[in-house]
């Protein structure tokens, strides 16, 4: 068996690929630029720095990234290219992203707040296809983070990462949690791996400094100083800074709550909020100008139960749990049936998910080619009316109101706007009805069944009881069509 090479200089071939140029020499690897004739796009490899007396961590890490990387697919993660073993040389190459990591802009602190919250949902949404992967990055930082030209974001270095499906080496082979102080869950530092709302509480952290130019829990690098936050929360932003949105100080406290329990369950439901700020449930966190009380902290300094150590379900149970339902509702005249039993299909579907989100959704559909008017035959805006409409639809749910929110969306074609803000808030689940056949539905195509074929996750298509129909002297879609209101099918 040879042995690992030390070092590495430009000019050398290592299997095909030639070393142009260092790009950054970290604590735990080097970046180097490299080609390959077959390989026209950009390359960079990865390489341990791996010297007599290292850290032997930076073994274990690079063995966890070249276990993980591989197995990742989509735009929130690099491409990989090739994988060097151990025995020859250790390296990973993958695709060279243009421009620079998140890191670069903290010169410009802080940010608006509305760059900062579109920052958070493009990082939120990589989370949540990482979290889908079975993957907890555990490394969240801006320097971790780049955006491809087409806007999404990409996560990097995942030595420190836990895969649900494979061995974690770092949890094996040491007894110390590992990550980058400024950004470590309370959990991490008790040794938990496994827990995706880790990634959450450092994208809290993130969004906190780069909103306030100030770390939530300052720069400290000892244990002994990280660990104060198992019972010390932050200074609200709004004491910081006191033009801070409300909002944004509900959202950011809410990632950065001790107990896991009281975060957002999963990165998607972060980023629908970070989406729809006016429809975030304001709490008391959103109102805060101090921080907790001293009986609160020595509670929690002496409350055991915060400090044990708790064992999380696999990744994929943690998400299914906390999916994000969105339910298409008919406001229209003669619906009453159909709605109830979308109602009671929704109750069936959130009364085993506690943890579940609806998003309650109208489409107020538009002429191709008229000019519509926003208010209605006495004056009163639609859109209000039928938010209102759609809260009084929901309220038999009795859902906490941070697990419901409600969306009127104007389009030509309900179909599509449906699918389009499922896309986009990344809906778990879709629900919506479907009406008897009537004549307009045989010319125009069923609604449900568009949503049904293209839609990126579950859907179920709900039927009302034909006793309903008996009698009926006009089909439900005819009826549709010349109120200009969209059917729900």
Not at 325 to 334: F, H, N, S, T, W
Not at 357 to 379: I, M, Y
Not at 393 to 411: D, F, G, N, S
Request: aromatic letters at 6%.
């Amino acid at each position: 068996m040879k042995m690992v090479k030390p070092s590495l200089e430009s000019g050398a071939i290592i299997d095909g690929f030639r070393i142009e140029e260092c790009v950054h020499k970290g604590g735990m690897a080097t970046l180097w630029r490299v080609s390959r004739p077959d390989a026209p796009r950009p390359l960079l490899m990865k390489v341990p720095n791996i010297a007599e007396g290292g850290d032997p961590a930076t073994i274990v890490s690079f063995e966890m990234e070249q276990m993980i990387l591989p197995r990742l697919s989509g735009v929130h993660v690099p491409k990989i290219v090739a994988v060097g073993d151990f025995a020859e040389q250790p390296y990973i190459v993958m695709e060279g992203l243009p421009g620079k990591s998140l890191f670069h802009r903290l010169a410009e602190l802080p940010l608006s707040y509305a760059e900062v919250a579109g920052i958070g949902v493009k990082i939120a949404v990589a989370l949540d296809d990482l979290h889908r992967q079975h993957v907890v990055h555990l490394d969240v930082k801006p320097s971790n983070i780049m955006f491809r030209s087409t806007g999404e974001a990409v996560l990097l270095d995942f030595g420190l990462s836990h895969h649900d499906q494979l061995p974690d080496l770092m949890q094996e082979e040491y007894r110390v949690p590992f990550g980058t102080a400024p950004y470590m869950s309370p959990e991490q530092l008790l040794g938990i791996r496994n827990d995706r709302r880790s990634d959450l509480f450092a994208l809290g952290v993130l969004l906190y400094f780069f909103s306030t130019k100030m770390r939530p829990f300052g720069e400290s690098e000892s244990m002994s100083g990280m660990r104060r936050r198992l019972w010390r929360d932050p200074v609200p932003p709004r004491r910081l800074r006191p033009d801070y949105p409300a909002w944004l100080q509900e959202i950011v406290l809410r990632c950065l709550e001790i107990e896991p329990a009281w975060r957002y369950p999963t990165a998607s439901q972060l980023a629908f909020d970070l989406s729809h700020p006016d429809q975030i449930k304001l709490t008391k966190r959103s109102e805060r100008q101090q921080r907790d009380p001293l009986t609160t902290v020595l509670r929690r300094r002496f409350n055991k139960e915060i400090t044990r150590s708790i064992v999380e379900p696999a990744l994929a149970t943690q998400i299914a749990s906390a999916p994000i339902v969105a339910v298409a509702v008919d406001l229209m005249e003669g619906s009453v049936s159909l709605n109830d039993e979308l109602r009671t299909a929704a109750a069936r579907i959130l009364a085993t998910l506690p943890s579940a989100r609806l998003a309650c959704l109208n489409v107020l559909k538009l002429g191709r080619v008229t000019l519509d008017s926003t208010l209605d035959e006495q004056g009163r805006s639609k859109q209000i009316d039928r938010l209102v409409a759609l809260r009084h639809w929901a309220e038999p749910l009795k859902l906490e109101q941070h697990r419901l929110t409600a969306h009127v969306l104007e389009a030509v074609d309900p179909a599509n706007a449906i699918l389009e803000f499922a896309r986009a808030n990344r809906i778990d689940h879709i629900l919506l009805g479907a009406r008897q056949n009537s004549l307009l539905r045989s010319l125009l195509g069923s609604v449900s069944a568009k949503v049904a074929a293209e839609a990126p996750c579950t859907v179920t298509v709900v039927r009302p009881a034909r006793s309903a129909e008996v009698g009926s002297e006009s089909s439900p879609d005819e009826a549709a069509a010349a109120s200009g209101q969209a059917p729900s099918e």
